[in-house]
């Protein structure tokens, strides 16, 4: 059993018609409509529920299924396996429509998009063209610093499509060695692919569960995590037809179809996939396939002709949609388009992947089915050649826009010491700034990206007064007492190392946040007094900080998107951060609440300055202006440290 997932409206109908008869026939209306089902549950979750549907997962289920079918049936036949030419057509068929939304997208987000963001676009171009998205988007996720760290990117949606072509190389591969490996043991093909599939589904499933477990964020774009998705595919293909009575097998279909389209409101998909939990619309998916492998005499709602026909379009759908999307809302002053928005968004979308499907897709298809398969290389030859020539040739464009926008230079103010630390103990989150002579006090910075940017308001003071400073910066690190995994387990043992003075050796002063801020107000921490007492108990005298106001929305991007002085860009901040903050145990405290946002007043510049270069960091820049604020409390505890 093969299925054509592209297949035109008029040959599904014929296939159809012949599935009536009792006719053999290698298309299955309902697979085709499980394709759709799920790729138009991700359009409407993300346009009007701004949710995550699971949809993607079935999928890529499908998509292993169907190749796994195919490999069965052409060998079924007694005809070999070639892998080169598999993925040659596989991405001859994909490539036209992908190639065409990657410069579609470029052209939509340099027109509408701010300067700022333009050189990830770029990047994002790369990534999608030549199917590596995902990894792209995980090297973000683990990049605390990343420039799209706040911002959704338009082609994000290509990380599915990433993962899709990698396992086909991989499955193109597999399948290779089964076909071998039963042509010389004589032992039949399933069993291999059984064996194969079923090491990998549980492989897969176990390090997606501790993967998913330890770094949910990264987890979601790992191919290594997402394999057992497509083993479980592929194990379902190998099963083959089974004989279930045909209401049984309607129960079967209907069930799963609820299960699929539940699983968005039912489970947090965004936050807890690809563990355990995607077994839930993966089921789905499996009773339906498994109730369709043989044919019935009456088709169900999956295989209704109006959703057959939408699966033409529905690749084309799915690529379209979250670039228009993510432009729309970028340029909506709250960043919600509401119903009539979201409409809208549908609307275009579909209209869009209509006309492509009809101009690119549909021309380039017929192209490749009248020849031989030098056809399909030729077209993803030229497909990488284009896309490539058009990055290329738009980067320095880019680059120099870029280079003269105040925004882009504004969203890499990020404070810095510059030289390398003297020591062993986590040297690679230390830096440091040496003094004009040996033995000169010390300054030093401990906490996160918060406490790294406030260190660009003492630097001028160090500066002029020819001290030391040595900064132990961990994305997201701030005060903690108790271990954890990973980048949390560094900074338990930062922290740690801190309180017992042997992080702090030759240190006069300790510079650390006292506070730790949400949208919603600021908050005190838990053990912090304790902590500062221990180290003042050492010898080194401590200044707290009170934390930067921290919002739900991204100051810039509004400020960038709408203007700078637009009121929809200014936060007023809650009544409790008019209350003054001081700390007891501290040796001095520092509340610059008043200098950031006079009047509890936030906007994203001052005086013409970048105040925020996101939802929670101000610039380094506007935090050098503060130093007048600083230099006086800084000199006085440096004076009874000394």
């Known amino acids: 059993m093969t299925v054509d997932p592209q297949l035109m409206p008029a040959q599904a109908e014929a296939s159809q018609q012949a599935?009536?008869?009792?006719?053999?026939?290698?298309?299955?209306?309902?697979?085709?409509?499980?394709r759709?089902?799920?790729?138009?549950?991700?359009?409407?979750?993300?346009?009007?529920?701004?949710?995550?549907?699971?949809?993607?997962?079935?999928?890529l289920l499908v998509s292993a299924f169907l190749m796994t079918a195919s490999v069965i049936a052409v060998t079924r036949q007694g005809r070999g396996f070639n892998p080169a030419t598999f993925l040659v057509r596989r991405f001859g068929r994909l490539l036209p429509l992908a190639g065409a939304t990657v410069a579609l997208t470029l052209i939509g987000a340099l027109t509408f998009l701010p300067v700022w963001r333009w050189p990830s676009l770029l990047d994002d171009g790369w990534a999608s063209l030549f199917y590596v998205e995902n990894m792209l988007l995980q090297e973000r996720a683990a990049d605390y610093y990343s420039a799209d760290l706040t911002t959704l990117s338009p082609s994000q949606h290509f990380w599915s499509l990433s993962i899709q072509g990698q396992v086909f190389v991989l499955w193109a591969v597999a399948h290779l060695i089964a076909v071998l490996a039963a042509r010389i043991t004589k032992i039949p093909l399933r069993v291999w692919l059984a064996l194969g599939f079923g090491i990998v589904f549980i492989g897969s499933l176990t390090f997606s569960m501790w993967m998913t477990e330890a770094s949910q964020e990264r987890a979601y774009f790992d191919v290594r995590a997402r394999l057992w998705e497509f083993a479980l595919g592929s194990l379902l293909a190998v099963i083959g037809e089974v004989r279930i009575r045909t209401s049984i097998a309607r129960l079967m279909i209907y069930i799963g179809v609820v299960m699929i389209a539940a699983c968005g409101f039912l489970l947090p998909v965004g936050t807890t996939f690809p563990g355990i939990a995607a077994l839930w619309p993966l089921s789905g998916a499996g009773l339906i396939l498994l109730a369709t492998t043989r044919p019935t005499s009456r088709p169900?709602?999956?295989?209704?002709?109006?959703?057959v026909r939408a699966g033409a379009y529905s690749y084309a759908l799915y690529l379209v949609h979250w670039p228009i999307l993510?432009?729309?809302?970028?340029m909506s002053s709250t960043g919600q388009l509401g119903i009539a928005g979201g409409t809208a968004v549908l609307a275009s979308s579909c209209a869009v992947s209509i006309a492509?499907?009809?101009a690119v897709e549909n021309p380039l298809a017929r192209f490749q089915r009248s020849g031989s398969v030098w056809r399909s290389a030729g077209v993803v030859v030229a497909i990488f050649a284009l896309g490539a020539a058009m990055l290329v040739g738009l980067r320095p464009y880019v680059d120099n826009r870029a280079a003269a926008d105040p925004g882009s230079s504004a969203r890499q103010s990020w404070a810095e010491l510059g030289g390398e630390c003297d020591t062993d103990l986590l040297a690679e989150y230390c830096s440091a700034l040496p003094g004009s002579e040996p033995d000169v006090p010390r300054v030093t910075f401990l906490g996160s990206s918060h406490t790294q940017q406030y260190m660009a308001a003492f630097t001028p003071t160090i500066e002029r007064e020819g001290w030391a400073a040595q900064a132990y910066l961990l994305p997201g690190c701030l005060f903690?007492?108790?271990?954890?995994?990973?980048?949390?387990?560094?900074?338990f043992e930062a922290w740690s190392a801190a309180r017992s003075g042997d992080l702090l050796d030759d240190t006069d002063v300790l510079v650390i946040l006292g506070t730790a801020s949400t949208p919603e107000g600021d908050h005190s921490l838990d053990g912090i007094d304790d902590f500062v007492e221990d180290v003042r108990a050492h010898g080194t005298e401590v200044i707290t900080i009170r934390d930067v106001p921290r919002f739900h929305d991204n100051l810039f991007a509004c400020g960038e998107q709408l203007g700078h002085d637009d009121a929809a860009c200014t936060v007023t901040l809650d009544e409790s951060w008019a209350d003054p903050y001081a700390s007891t145990a501290a040796s001095a405290s520092l509340d610059l609440t008043a200098q950031i946002c006079p009047g509890l007043e936030?906007?994203?510049?001052?005086?013409?300055?970048?105040?925020?270069?996101?939802?929670n960091h101000i610039t380094a820049t506007f935090s050098a202006?503060?130093?007048?604020?600083?230099?006086?409390?800084?000199?006085?505890?440096?004076d009874s440290a000394r």
Request: net charge negative; with cysteine; hydrophobic share 40%.
């Open 19 to 34: 599935r009536s008869t009792g006719a053999k026939t290698r298309f299955i209306p309902e697979i085709q409509g499980l």
């Open 36 to 59: 759709t089902l799920a790729l138009f549950l991700v359009v409407i979750y993300h346009v009007w529920f701004h949710r995550v549907s699971g949809g993607v997962d079935v999928f």
């Open 300 to 307: 169900t709602l999956l295989a209704h002709p109006w959703l």
């Open 326 to 330: 993510v432009i729309a809302q970028s």
């Open 356 to 358: 492509l499907v009809h």
């Open 480 to 491: 903690r007492t108790t271990p954890g995994e990973g980048r949390d387990q560094t900074c």
């Open 602 to 615: 936030c906007t994203p510049t001052r005086d013409g300055e970048y105040v925020y270069l996101d939802d």
């Open 625 to 638: 202006q503060l130093n007048n604020s600083v230099d006086a409390v800084l000199v006085e505890v440096m």
